[in-house]
């Protein structure tokens, strides 16, 4: 039972490890996945390791003849033989059941870094896009000063005011890729529609200016 209430609490302490992991701003690279495979397959050696130790020791005890048995004042011989006997296979037990839970340790652990090396490789792939578009968009805006200063007059000055909205949006549009690059990982596609909006607007804005 004890066992058992301890396998229970573990798998709900992985539970929470894994959500917390998951919201950490931490980037997770494929060294961080590799390594934590590693972790999981010395687990899963470790297990067998137990089991066949296990299996070992309470093989040695039953094969014990009954003389070599180290025995209580008032015990006779087989019965201290059985006890032993039920000793080993309860320790072996314990051993494999402890060998077992960190190896699930291991397996969460794994899979959460799978998870948070896939969401950052997602979310640095559109970063990656939005700042090219950011520099697009720079050089656009670099041409429309370019043509204002070849303007003259109210032309020249209408398109110098629509300069400064696309200007506006632009800084809009850069805010809104910094706070999604500063989010929680578990977060970030939280702020992707934010982004996105941000950056219609400022293509709405860069087509208006004439």
Request: net charge neutral; hydrophobic share 35%; aromatic share 2%.
């Amino acid at each position: 039972m004890k066992s058992r209430e301890m396998t229970i609490l573990t798998l709900l302490g992985l539970a929470m490890l894994g959500f917390a992991t998951l919201g950490c701003n931490k980037d997770t690279t494929q060294r961080d996945v590799s390594k934590a495979q590693q972790k999981l397959e010395n687990a899963q050696q470790n297990t067998a390791d137990a089991t066949r130790d296990a299996q070992r020791d309470i093989a040695n005890q039953q094969a014990l003849p009954p003389e070599h048995v180290a025995n209580k004042p008032v015990t006779p011989d087989m019965e201290a033989r059985q006890q032993n006997i039920a000793d080993a296979q309860q320790n072996a037990n314990q051993k494999i059941a402890d060998a077992q839970e960190k190896e699930r340790a291991a397996a969460a652990e794994l899979k959460t870094k799978e998870q948070n090396f896939q969401a950052t490789q997602e979310r640095d792939r559109f970063v990656k896009q939005a700042e090219q578009k950011l520099a697009d968009y720079d050089k656009r805006i670099d041409e429309l000063k370019e043509q204002a200063s070849n303007s003259q007059g109210a032309n020249k000055d209408a398109i110098t005011r629509q300069i400064d909205s696309v200007k506006s949006a632009r800084d809009r549009a850069q805010r809104a890729l910094n706070d999604l690059k500063s989010a929680d990982l578990a977060a970030w596609k939280n702020h992707q529609d934010h982004v996105r909006m941000a950056f219609q607007e400022l293509d709405t804005s860069v087509k208006n200016v004439k």
